[in-house]
C-alpha cells in the first residue's frame, strides 16, 4: 500500500507540472546547490513554478535554496528544454530518502534523459582549492540509507541498478573541456557522502581520505541513485566550499559557504550554458 501511494504522489507531482509548464518537456535537469541560487542557466521563455505549488514535493529549509522549479529553453538552440531545481533537499533536513527522490522521478516521468547535479562541498586534497570544481567521477555512500530500500516498483526500474560508471563518461569529457575552456581549475574525484548536518572531525576527514575520498559532502548521492534506476545520465559538478576539517585551520560555517558561493555562482552560471549548449 505504502508504495501504490508514493507511485500515486509521483504522477500527481509529475501531472501537475505537465499542466503548469506551457508546453515545455524538458530533456534535461539541472539541481542546484547551496550557494548557487545565482547560477540558473540562461533561459527563455521560462515558466516558474514554485515548489510549495506541487503535490508531494518536499519544502526546503536550508538557507540558500530558494524552492522554484524553472522551465525553459536554451538560448539558440529552440528544441532543448531544461528543468532547474532552484533549491535541493537534503537528508539531514528530516526528509525521507523517497522524498528527496520524488522530484526525479516525477521530472523522469516528463521526459528528462539526464540530470546535472551541483552541490558544495568539502576537499580532502590539497589539488582542489576553495573555487575549484570537482567533476565528480564516483561516490562513497555513507549516509546510511538508500532511496531504493523499501519503494521498488518495476516501472522505476531494476530493485539492483548496476552502479558502474554512475556519472555518465562523456558528459565528465565533456564539463572537463569546459572548464579549461572557462579557465576554471577543475579535476575528477570521488564524492564521499555523510548524513549531515554537523560538519566532519578531522578524524573522518583522514578516514574518508584513507577509503579514497577526494571530497565530502551532504547530498548528490540520493539524486544519483534514483537517476541510475531509471536509466537518466548524471553529471555532478561540485565546487569547493573549503578545505575539509583537519586541512586547515579556519572554523567551518554554512554563511561562509553562501557568501563564497555567491561569487562562484557567476562562474557555475558559465559552465552550466556551455555544458547545457553542447548536450
Not at 7 to 16: G, L, M, N, S
Not at 35 to 64: C, E, H, M, N, Q
Not at 87 to 100: L, S, V
Not at 265 to 275: F, K, Q, S
Request: net charge positive.
Amino acid at each position: 500500500m505504502r508504495i501504490k501511494k508514493y507511485v500515486q504522489a509521483v504522477r500527481r507531482a509529475a501531472a501537475y507540472i505537465k499542466k503548469r509548464s506551457g508546453g515545455l518537456a524538458p530533456d534535461s535537469l539541472v539541481i542546484l546547490g547551496s550557494g548557487l541560487a545565482g547560477a540558473s542557466p540562461d533561459l527563455t521563455g521560462k515558466k516558474i513554478i514554485p515548489y510549495k505549488d506541487i503535490p508531494g514535493f518536499p519544502r526546503p529549509t536550508v538557507s540558500g535554496h530558494s524552492g522554484r522549479l524553472v522551465l525553459g529553453k536554451v538560448p539558440g538552440r529552440a528544441s532543448k528544454t531544461v528543468a532547474v531545481m532552484q533549491g535541493r533537499f537534503h537528508y539531514y533536513e528530516g526528509h525521507a530518502m523517497e522524498d528527496i527522490a520524488l522530484p526525479v522521478r516525477a521530472l523522469e516521468y516528463l521526459g528528462i534523459k539526464r540530470i546535472i547535479a551541483t552541490s558544495a562541498v568539502g576537499s580532502m586534497t590539497k589539488t582542489l582549492k576553495p573555487g575549484d570544481i570537482c567533476v565528480v567521477s564516483d561516490h562513497i555512500n555513507l549516509m546510511g540509507r538508500n532511496p531504493l530500500r523499501a519503494f521498488h516498483e518495476e516501472e522505476f526500474g531494476d530493485m539492483f541498478p548496476d552502479m558502474a560508471n554512475a556519472y555518465t563518461p562523456a558528459l565528465r569529457k565533456l564539463a572537463l573541456k569546459s572548464c579549461r575552456r572557462l579557465k576554471i581549475n577543475a579535476k575528477e574525484g570521488v564524492y564521499t557522502a555523510v548524513g549531515g548536518p554537523s560538519y566532519e572531525t578531522p578524524a573522518e576527514i583522514r578516514a574518508f581520505s584513507k577509503l579514497g575520498g577526494s571530497i565530502v559532502g551532504m547530498s548528490v548521492i540520493p539524486e544519483t541513485i534514483v537517476a541510475r534506476q531509471m536509466g537518466l545520465e548524471i553529471l555532478a559538478l561540485s565546487w569547493i566550499s573549503n578545505m575539509a576539517a583537519g586541512m586547515s585551520k579556519e572554523v567551518l560555517s554554512h554563511p561562509d559557504v553562501l557568501a563564497l558561493g555567491s561569487k562562484m555562482a557567476v562562474r557555475m552560471r558559465e559552465l552550466l550554458n556551455d555544458v547545457l549548449a553542447k548536450t
